[in-house]
């Protein structure tokens, strides 16, 4: 029988730009809560944070901001909302946040998450001394008819981020034709969830019994869609540049 899967939100201290990440997180993580087969959610925020991944507020407009972050800029929609995609999510202003900014700044994606996943993964086996440990950076957005924003991974390590089903049986027998589970961002939004949005000051959660298959080398094409293979690329075809 599979072991039921936990999700331990972890509340800390507030991060501060510039601040060590992996410290951070070594002083914040109770020593005990870490097993092999561990994954560790963080809000992509302080890892931004870490690497001074801002800009004063005063200093420039936000859709310029935007249109300079975009790694595509579809245009400004509903509500005087920018549409883009930054590191393969299509998502409103370029992932670029706010909220719970120390000073007010814009804080921008990490530059490059997944070596930012990569790294903080290789310092944190070192010094926990795991073998098997999974990294998620997170995030919130939103979704075409849906209220409400949702977590979603930005980058992983440590795991496959796709489970291929496409072959196995359903119940009845019948083969299943183009079935994946997307686990990175399954694991990414149960942990969102718990992490909270506002206050909680819970920007790490450690997940434990997830099903995946860990590896050194997971690869992010494995989850990724490039637009033009996007099953969903007619709704937005026209705006892309």
């Not at 245009?75 to 299509?90: A, Q």
């Not at 370029?94 to 007010?104: P, Q, R, V, Y």
């Not at 977590?151 to 994946?180: C, E, W, Y």
């Amino acid at each position: 029988m599979t072991s039921p899967l936990m999700i331990s939100p972890i509340q800390t201290s507030v991060f501060h730009p510039g601040n060590d990440l992996v410290e951070f997180i070594l002083e914040n993580v109770d020593r005990s809560l870490w097993k092999e087969r561990s994954i560790l959610a963080i809000t992509s925020k302080i890892v931004s944070l870490a690497e001074h991944r801002l800009v004063p507020h005063d200093s420039i407009d936000k859709k310029t901001l935007i249109r300079q972050e975009a790694d595509h800029y579809l245009g400004e929609i509903g509500h005087g909302v920018s549409l883009t995609i930054k590191h393969g999510l299509l998502l409103p202003a370029a992932g670029i946040d706010e909220s719970n900014s120390e000073k007010g700044d814009y804080i921008l994606y990490p530059k490059d998450p997944y070596h930012s996943v990569q790294t903080l993964r290789k310092a944190l086996r070192e010094r926990l001394g795991l073998r098997e440990l999974g990294i998620i950076l997170t995030d919130s957005h939103t979704g075409p008819l849906r209220l409400g924003v949702v977590g979603a991974s930005l980058a992983f390590a440590g795991f496959h981020p796709v489970k291929n089903m496409i072959g196995q049986n359903d119940i009845f027998g019948r083969p299943l034709k183009m079935t994946k589970v997307n686990l990175a961002d399954s694991l990414a939004t149960s942990a969102v969830l718990m992490m909270g949005e506002a206050a909680e000051k819970c920007p790490l959660a450690l997940i434990q019994n997830a099903p995946v298959e860990f590896t050194d080398a997971p690869s992010r094409s494995d989850l990724e869609v490039p637009p033009q293979e996007d099953m969903y690329l007619p709704l937005y075809q026209h705006l892309l540049k």
